[in-house]
C-alpha cells in the first residue's frame, strides 16, 4: 500500500476545467486498480471514474464526455480531466486505491486506502 495525496482542486466558473492529480508513495501503484469519488456535503460519496492496472477506464454517467482518468505508472500518479464543469460538481474529490483490482469499483468499500480529498467548487 501507499500514501495518497490529491492536488489540483479549486474554485472555477461553470464551464471551465480542473485536472486533479494523485500521487502515491509506495510500491502497489502499477499493480493496484485505482480510482475516484467524490461526496458533497449531506451526501454519500458517489463514483466518478476508474482505471484497472490494463488502462481500461469506466465513468459514472454523469461525468461521461466531459471527465477522463488516466495513470502514470512512472510518476506513481492518478489523475482526473475534468472539462465542462457544472455546479453539481462541486464536491471534495477522493482518489482511493484497490490493491485487489476487484470488478466492483464503483462500490466504495472495495477500495482499500483514500486520500484526504480535495475540494472543487464551481460555481454557476
Known amino acids: 500500500q501507499g500514501h495518497l495525496t490529491e492536488s489540483g482542486g479549486g474554485f472555477v466558473q461553470a464551464g471551465g476545467s480542473l485536472r486533479l492529480s494523485c500521487t502515491h508513495s509506495?510500491?502497489?501503484?502499477?499493480?493496484?486498480?485505482l480510482g475516484w469519488f467524490r461526496q458533497a456535503p449531506g451526501e454519500e460519496r458517489k463514483f466518478v471514474a476508474a482505471?484497472?492496472?490494463?488502462?481500461?477506464?469506466y465513468l459514472a454517467d454523469s461525468v461521461k464526455g466531459r471527465f477522463s482518468i488516466s495513470r502514470d505508472n512512472a510518476k506513481n500518479t492518478l489523475y482526473l480531466q475534468m472539462n465542462s464543469l457544472k455546479p453539481e460538481d462541486t464536491a471534495v474529490y477522493y482518489c482511493?486505491?484497490?490493491?485487489?483490482?476487484?470488478?466492483?469499483?464503483?462500490?466504495?468499500?472495495?477500495?482499500?486506502?483514500w486520500g484526504q480529498g480535495t475540494q472543487v467548487t464551481v460555481s454557476a
Open positions: 509506495g510500491t502497489t501503484f502499477s499493480t493496484s486498480s
Open positions: 482511493a486505491e484497490d490493491t485487489f483490482g476487484t470488478t466492483w469499483y464503483f462500490v466504495a468499500n472495495e477500495y482499500d486506502y
Open positions: 482505471i484497472e492496472k490494463s488502462g481500461k477506464t
